[in-house]
Every structure is written in C-alpha cells, then in structure tokens.
C-alpha cells in the first residue's frame, strides 16, 4: 500500500489532485487508516489510467470518473462514444482550417480574404447558395464540403 504522497508522486500528479479525484468518486484510496489515504495495485492503475485520460484531454473528469466506474454504475459507453463523435467533428473543422490556410499560403495576392478573385468569387456563391439553403445548412454541412472541395481544387 501506498500513502497518498506517494501515489501521488508514483502517478505524476499533486496530492491535491488525487483528493479531488477521491471527492469526485474517480477513483477511492483501498484504505483509509488514522484519516490518512492509502493506495493498492488496483488503484494505482485506475489513477494512472485517469491521469492519461485526463492529460490526452481524450474525455472530461465527468465521463473519466463514468469509465472507470465501469458498467455497474451506467452505459459509460455511451459517454465514450459521445466523445468520439465530438472528437470526428473536430477533425472535420481542422481539416475545413487546414484547407482554408494552404489556400491563403498558395495564393499569390498579398491579403487573400480581401484580393483574392478565386477565393471571392467562391464566398459569392456559398452566399447565395446559404441564402436558398436551410438555415440549419448554412455555412456547416453542404456548404462547408463544397468549400472544402473548392478549395482542394488548387483554384
């Protein structure tokens, strides 16, 4: 058994951290001897899986706390797969950003946003093409991917 200190340090993260891990119910010390914590194995490896989580920014405390909790305590599936959802969603808006500012670099105008024909040109008919889409379409989705292709183009 390790004392809160030294678990602390075995993971890599303050004393502080692990209490507030302990209030949150992410993961409890296997004992509790003269109101002092103490951590097994067990713990060890549920405090170093918390940590990588929490450090990747891969999920919240929340949905942390609902993995390591595990299937007795709710679907923590289902918060795993909300997140890889959110995490696909913004792999799409990096790409959308990617694709944006290797246009800016390969156009030869000084100030792309403002000279640029092809790039004007092109936000006249997302424009009007926004203006006889859904509102919900607007900019996102359709919009988005026509960008996306335009600008793949090389035009």
């Not at 809160?4 to 209490?19: M, N, P």
Request: include cysteine.
């Amino acid at each position: 058994m390790l004392s809160i200190g030294e678990a602390a340090s075995a993971v890599g993260v303050a004393v502080s951290a692990l209490r507030y891990w302990d209030e949150r119910g992410l993961v409890t010390p296997a004992e509790r001897r003269g109101g002092k914590r103490f951590y097994g194995p067990d713990e060890l490896h549920r405090l170093a899986a918390a940590k990588m989580l929490q450090d990747t920014g891969m999920l919240s405390l929340d949905e942390i706390a609902a993995v390591l909790r595990g299937p007795e305590h709710g679907d923590w599936r289902a918060a795993v797969r909300e997140r890889i959802a959110e995490l696909a969603d913004q792999r799409r808006k990096l790409a959308i950003a990617e694709t944006f500012l290797e246009h800016f670099l390969r156009c030869p105008r000084d100030h792309p946003i403002e000279t640029c024909p092809s790039l004007r040109d092109h936000t006249d008919r997302v424009l009007n093409a926004a203006k006889a889409s859904p509102p919900e379409w607007r900019i996102r989705g359709v919009v988005a991917t026509r960008v996306i292709n335009w600008l793949r183009s090389g035009v």
